[in-house]
């Protein structure tokens, strides 16, 4: 019998994409989550902003087939009480080392709040952190351990991207995107790819495939 038996099984599970802005979860993980939404169950927590970015947010949301969270602040009390409520397999956030200051803090909150909810609830059995900006932390580049082919939901993610009007999409976001996911692409063999990097979730780290 496997140590953990959610780690053995073939397809996606529940996810919860915990990010900072109300298009960083279509920016950095969009074709991944509306990948997994075909199978299983996929959140997205994020603060509240103003009614249209808000709007915006939930319009996106729909259409990768997720279940949005708007939450007043992104506090570790607030994310412990959403992990041990959903019980996701799989969380994905910000690199620690983001260059994004409200990156950083998303992503430092959520390792604040893991550990008692892993105690708690026995999961996430994975977490993960998602690309940023031209693939540059402050730690140097992005090396992840896992790209995800996402070209089949590559229209998905760049349609969901384009309901942040207020954004500037077109010019800048939008060809960011298709370039980085070229660039995963091209490095995994796909048209399209996202990077994610594991980190460990009490001292383990996943021995698996799939996100």
Known sequence: ?????????????S??????????????AGGTLALHARHAPVHIAIPRH?????AEAQAAA???????????????????ALLVELTPHV????????????????????????????????RPRRLYSCDTYNSLTTNGQVTPTAMVDVTATFPTKMQALHCHKSQPIDDH??????????????RSGAD?????????????????AHL
């Open 62 to 80: 729909a259409v990768l087939g997720a279940t949005l969270h708007q939450l007043p602040e992104l506090t570790p009390a607030a994310i412990r």
């Open 15 to 28: 996810v919860l994409a915990v990010f900072a802005h109300p298009d960083d979860a279509e920016l950095w």
């Open 192 to 208: 399209f790819a996202e990077a994610f990097t594991a980190l460990p979730v009490l001292g383990r780290l996943p021995g698996i």
């Open 1 to 13: 019998m496997p140590r953990n038996p959610d780690d053995q099984l073939a397809g996606p599970q």
């Open 91 to 122: 969380v994905i956030t910000h690199p620690v080392h983001d260059t994004h200051t409200a990156h950083r803090r998303t992503a430092e909150a959520v390792l604040e709040a893991l550990p008692e909810a892993k105690i708690e609830t026995g």
């Open 173 to 186: 976001f939008g060809p960011m995107a298709e370039d980085l996911a070229r660039l995963w692409g091209r």
């Open 50 to 54: 103003d009614p249209v970015r808000d």
